[in-house]
């Protein structure tokens, strides 16, 4: 039997438990995402969903926390320099990485050291 793979439905953080008001923060405030309703079974587990684009983020929470400095999502996007504006203004650091050369890529590391990749194809 074949099977084909057709995308990714979510990309799941963690962060450490207790801390779902400063993940609507930085993913609902200062990103622009809109959160989600997570399924009635799921509530009491804690943590956040976000729309982003036609995928879904979800932010989890562990009580033995570890951020995510390597692995991360990229996170594709159009007027790369107004999230960069927006990131600095609201008091994140921004660093570029111009390793690729059709797109244009930056990262951050959300409230909790987790790693975030935005990018904009040219």
Sequence with gaps: M???MI???HVQLTAPKGSEEKARK???EVLGLKEMAKPEKLISSG???FICGSQELHIGVENEFIPAVKAHPGIVV???EA???RLEESGYQVKEDT???DRKRIFVNDPFGNR???LEYY
Excluded: M, P
């Design 2 to 4: 074949q099977f084909e």
């Design 7 to 9: 995308g990714l439905d």
């Design 26 to 28: 930085f993913y609902g």
């Design 47 to 49: 943590g956040c969903w």
């Design 78 to 80: 159009k007027n790369i």
């Design 83 to 85: 999230v960069v504006s």
């Design 99 to 101: 390793r690729i050369e």
């Design 116 to 118: 975030v990749e935005f």
